[in-house]
Nanobody, 128 residues
Framework: QVQLVESGGGLVQPGGSLRLSCVGFGDTLDYYAIGWFRQAPGNEREAVSY????????GYADSVKGRFTISRDNAKNTAYLRLDSLKPEDTALYYC?????????????????????WGRGTQVTVSS
C-alpha cells in the first residue's frame, strides 16, 4: 500500500508556471501507474494526465495538451506535473493517484475508479 503526498501548488498569474510533485511513501512507485486529476468547486473530478508504470507512455486531457507535462523519477519515488501557460480555468485542487500495475496493463487511465490510492491534493489558483 502506498501513501501519496502532493505539493507545489500555489497562487500564480495567468501565463505562469508551477511544478506539482507527488511523493510516494510506504512503497516504491516503480510499478504504479500514476494519474493527475483536478477538481474545481462545483465540478466533478476530471483527469488531467497519466503516465504508465513501465513504458512511460503518457496521455493528456485536450484542455491541457501542449501546456502540461507529466513525468516521473523513480529514484526519488516521485511523479511530477509541470503546468505552463496557466489559465484561470486551470484553477482547481489537483490530486495524484496511483494504481499497482506491474504489467503496464492499465486499461482506462483517465477513469477515476482505475486508481486505488489518492493523495489529499494541492491547490492551484490562477488569478491576476
Amino acid at each position: 500500500q502506498v501513501q501519496l503526498v502532493e505539493s507545489g501548488g500555489g497562487l500564480v498569474q495567468p501565463g505562469g508556471s508551477l511544478r506539482l510533485s507527488c511523493v510516494g511513501f510506504g512503497d516504491t512507485l516503480d510499478y504504479y501507474a500514476i494519474g493527475w486529476f483536478r477538481q474545481a468547486p462545483g465540478n466533478e473530478r476530471e483527469a488531467v494526465s497519466y503516465i504508465n508504470s513501465r513504458d512511460g507512455g503518457t496521455g493528456y486531457a485536450d484542455s491541457v495538451k501542449g501546456r502540461f507535462t507529466i513525468s516521473r523519477d523513480n529514484a526519488k519515488n516521485t511523479a511530477y506535473l509541470r503546468l505552463d501557460s496557466l489559465k484561470p480555468e486551470d484553477t482547481a485542487l489537483y490530486y495524484c493517484a496511483a494504481k499497482w500495475d506491474p504489467r503496464n496493463a492499465i486499461r482506462y487511465p483517465t477513469a477515476r475508479d482505475a486508481y486505488d490510492y489518492w493523495g489529499r491534493g494541492t491547490q492551484v489558483t490562477v488569478s491576476s
